[in-house]
T-cell receptor, first 112, second 117 residues
Framework: QKEVEQDPGPLSVPEGAIVSLNCTYSNSAFQYFMWYRQYSRKGPELLMYTYSSGNKEDGRFTAQVDKSSKYISLFIRDSQPSDSATYLCAMNGSGNTGKLIFGQGTTLQVKP | NAGVTQTPKFRVLKTGQSMTLLCAQDMNHEYMYWYRQDPGMGLRLIHYSVGEGTTAKGEVPDGYNVSRLKKQNFLLGLESAAPSQTSVYFC????????????????FGPGTRLTVT
């Protein structure tokens, strides 16, 4: 069983839809929960991060962490074609190595 | 700042050939990483380094070697390429945002597409 599980999709939605992307994890020691966005043929870039449980909002994006259920989500409101990308969840590993554990990534397409 | 750069961008190798991928960062980051990305597999860590002169194995290190002779460079070597090493390779660097060292934001390069025939 992988430490972090993410539905790879693909996910196709019409413009303006609310999108929900999710990951589950097994290691209760994870503290920081991140979402990276990767456009086609580009490297991933950090979109948002959250510490411990709770919600964090940034414009149309909301990151949510439920540590009791070991479940994290990324919500995109009023989705735009420019949101079409692969979204990877990531969590920090143990120690001071900076290692991250990534989910498989979910490919999202927002159709005009 | 150029951020993280990778050389080359594309490469085709024959089975058994060797090559070195170069990663360079100009952000003075201590930590550097090499990943491979395959469809449906996400990013898998090959090797990483926590400082100049140090290297350590990641999740999928077999068939690869690395060196970090200078802080800004991290080299990934394939001694005898195999078709199973066909992949997109990403280099990343990171630093700790907080003094506690818990949160590390990784900055990625644009990737190298490698095909082994």
């Amino acid at each position: 069983q992988k430490e972090v599980e993410q539905d790879p999709g693909p996910l196709s939605v019409p413009e303006g839809a609310i999108v929900s992307l999710n990951c589950t994890y097994s290691n209760s020691a994870f503290q920081y929960f991140m979402w990276y966005r990767q456009y086609s043929r580009k490297g991933p870039e950090l979109l948002m991060y959250t510490y411990s449980s709770g919600n964090k909002e940034d414009g149309r994006f909301t990151a949510q962490v439920d540590k009791s259920s070991k479940y994290i989500s990324l919500f995109i409101r009023d989705s735009q074609p420019s949101d079409s990308a692969t979204y990877l969840c990531a969590m920090n590993g143990s120690g001071n190595t900076g290692k991250l554990i990534f989910g498989q990534g979910t490919t999202l397409q927002v159709k005009p | 700042n150029a951020g993280v750069t990778q050389t080359p961008k594309f490469r085709v190798l024959k089975t058994g050939q060797s090559m070195t991928l170069l990663c360079a960062q100009d952000m003075n980051h201590e930590y550097m990483y090499w990943y491979r990305q395959d469809p449906g597999m996400g990013l898998r860590l090959i090797h990483y380094s926590v400082g100049e002169g140090t290297t350590a194995k990641g999740e999928v290190p077999d068939g690869y070697n690395v060196s970090r002779l200078k802080k800004q460079n991290f080299l990934l070597g394939l001694e005898s390429a195999a078709p199973s090493q066909t992949s997109v390779y990403f280099c990343a660097s990171s630093y700790s945002r907080w003094a506690s060292g818990s949160f590390y934001e990784q900055y990625f390069g644009p990737g190298t597409r490698l095909t082994v025939t």
